[in-house]
């Protein structure tokens, strides 16, 4: 069988409907083919979260080299570059403006998974999640286990920011061995992407995106991740 039919299959195999529990709201779940790099898959969006409205324009590039993920984030219509100068790695970068992805090795809803977010000033957040209920339900436990030292771990991030052009871009390297992957060609995953959008003048307020939206104002939901394979 040739590898067009392939993927084809595997493709057609993940295809999905997205609901947390008690929910009214289903959606078929995306799905990606992620190519070795420098070829790239392209995840995008521009819908809120949970009220599908229209939000800034987000787009993450993805391939996968033999050890690691390469991610760049592209952030469009950014008009604030809003985030705190005092935060250094792992603080709470998410109060402010960030770029995410959320991402587990397997095809489950999963319990827990890997978080990454980078900030407009290159400060990276990077954890385990511990989400047991999968949708962060009230009094369920909640955890995270922080790489500490992402650098000698094998982490990169540079980032970029076009005032005029109201862009900020990062280039994001995360790598497989977190998720004890030593051969990634044909893997599969679940993936979701976001973006947080404040100002100064509106700041604690948020506007949450995603590329495939949960049907609550909350990212840790994870019957929502789309379905990746590596090709």
Same mark, same amino acid.
């Given at each position: 069988m040739h590898l067009a039919s392939i993927l084809t299959c595997l493709l057609a195999a993940t295809v999905s409907v997205s609901a947390s529990p008690g929910s009214e709201r289903t959606q078929k779940r995306p799905s990606l083919a992620v190519p070795r790099c420098p070829r790239?898959?392209?995840? #995008?969006f521009d819908k809120s979260v949970p009220e599908m409205k229209a939000f800034p324009n987000t787009q993450v590039d993805l391939c996968w080299e033999p050890t690691a993920f390469q991610f760049t984030f592209k952030a469009f219509d950014e008009t604030n570059?809003?985030?705190?100068? =005092?935060?250094?790695?792992?603080?709470?970068?998410?109060?402010? !403006?960030v770029m !995410?992805?959320?991402?587990?090795?397997?095809?489950?809803?999963?319990?827990?998974?890997?978080?990454? !977010?980078? #900030?407009?000033?290159?400060?990276?957040?990077?954890?385990?999640?511990?989400?047991? #209920? =999968?949708?962060?339900? !009230?009094g369920a436990p909640f955890d995270h286990f922080f790489v500490s030292d992402p650098a000698a771990d094998g982490f990169t991030s540079i980032t970029t920011l076009d005032r005029k052009a109201q862009t900020w871009v990062s280039e994001v390297k995360i790598p497989l061995a977190l998720f004890n992957v030593d051969r990634p060609r044909l893997s599969r995953w679940r993936m979701n992407f976001f973006r947080t959008v404040t100002s100064p003048a509106t700041y604690p307020n948020q506007e949450l995106g995603a590329w495939n939206s949960p049907d609550v104002a909350s990212f840790h939901v994870t019957p929502f991740f789309g379905d990746v394979i590596l090709v």
């Open positions: 790239k898959a392209t995840a #995008s570059f809003y985030f705190d100068p =005092k935060h250094r790695t792992n603080d709470d970068i998410w109060k402010y !403006e !995410e992805a959320f991402i587990y090795h397997g095809t489950n809803d999963p319990q827990t998974y890997f978080e990454f !977010e980078v #900030s407009p000033n290159n400060v990276t957040y990077q954890t385990f999640v511990y989400n047991p #209920s =999968k949708v962060r339900k !009230e």
